[in-house]
């Protein structure tokens, strides 16, 4: 029972502190490299880093989950969905809306397309285009 207490009187070492990075930093990270390969040679940072390890799973197992009634949550839930929607927070709706104006601008431009096709202004110019494309077939 003892050992670890007498490992925890070794001789201090500067990295010790920094040593909890272990448990956040991404294996790719070079303090994260640094780091492990120091933890693996020194006895105090490996003592550290076994400590911060059992604290950080502890804390995961009694942090108790937040328990909030059905009606509550739904009050909750809509009233934040009603704030967002005051705000002009909710980007989802923003987007839709964006999206939405976009697809009637499309389909405006689109009509507009077709009822410029068979417009008396067209129709005049496919006739004088049938007109002439007669004409030059047979003249030429
Ligand atoms: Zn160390």
Known sequence: MKEPFRREELSPCIHTKNIYALL????????????????????????????????????????P????????????????????????????????KKIKAGLLSLDHLGETYINNLFSKNMIRVYAFALIAFIGLRFLT
């Open 24 to 63: 956040d930093l991404g294996k790719r990270d070079a303090m994260y490299n640094f780091l492990s390969t120091h933890e693996k040679k020194c006895v105090r940072c490996s003592s550290q880093l076994q400590k911060y390890k059992e604290e950080n799973l502890a804390a995961k197992v009694f942090i």
């Open 65 to 96: 989950k937040p328990f909030m009634p059905k009606d509550l949550r739904e009050t909750f839930s809509g009233e934040l969905a009603e704030l967002f929607r005051v705000a002009g927070l909710n980007e989802i709706e923003n987007q839709k």
